[in-house]
């Protein structure tokens, strides 16, 4: 009966102790997946006018993105069957 509680301890311990040798930052692959590059890799970019190409360069091409550009829906699906 004695051993059963010192066993729990014992594990919770290592457990603990394994917890705390981790490290609490990412290394640096993992960390640079997490800044955001700028998107059209240029100076001021969220100042400029949107433009499809640009936009489509950055990301994949989509609805979304297209709508972005033409900021409704009714000129975007106009605008998409062009393209």
Known sequence: MAKTPFLCFALISLWAASAVCMSVFYSSPKA???L???RANSFLEELKAPSLERE???ERCDFE???????SKESTVSHC???
């Open 65 to 71: 993105e297209a709508k972005e550009i033409y900021q």
């Open 36 to 38: 955001r590059s700028r």
């Open 81 to 83: 069957f062009i393209w």
């Open 32 to 34: 640079h997946m997490l």
């Open 56 to 58: 489509c360069i950055e």
